[in-house]
Nanobody, 114 residues
Framework: QLQLVQSGGGLVQPGGSLRLSCTAL???????????MGWYRQIPGEQRELVGT???????NYGESVKGRFTISRGNVKNTVYLQMNSLKPEDTAVYYC?????WGQGTQVTVSS
């Protein structure tokens, strides 16, 4: 069994920064270090959008709307993934979800507003 536990998020002004983290827990959590992990986001009424992914060996890939502003990384313990969000814009406001091995995190609200 795998559970993805997210932390971070909240309210920030435009131009600010936030960091999200996601840790895989459960009986198969160690296996997650061998799989890609990713971040997606969703605005109510819209489809879930790719933010970015990172391979097991640490190669990132980003959605077009966040390139150059967001950075995905894996922790020294590879079952953790981080999302560093800089230069945040109001249009980044969404619920952010961590993803790995067919499982989703609980979701974290990020609100960018003055």
């Amino acid at each position: 069994q795998l559970q993805l536990v997210q932390s971070g998020g909240g309210l920030v002004q435009p131009g600010g920064s936030l960091r999200l983290s996601c840790t895989a827990l459960g009986s198969i959590s160690t296996a997650s270090s061998n799989y890609p992990m990713g971040w997606y986001r969703q605005i109510p009424g819209e489809q879930r959008e790719l933010v970015g992914t990172i391979t097991a060996i640490g190669s990132p890939n980003y959605g077009e709307s966040v390139k150059g502003r967001f950075t995905i990384s894996r922790g020294n313990v590879k079952n953790t993934v981080y999302l560093q969000m800089n230069s945040l814009k109001p249009e980044d406001t969404a619920v952010y979800y961590c993803y790995c091995m067919g499982h989703w995190g609980q979701g974290t609200q990020v609100t960018v507003s003055s």
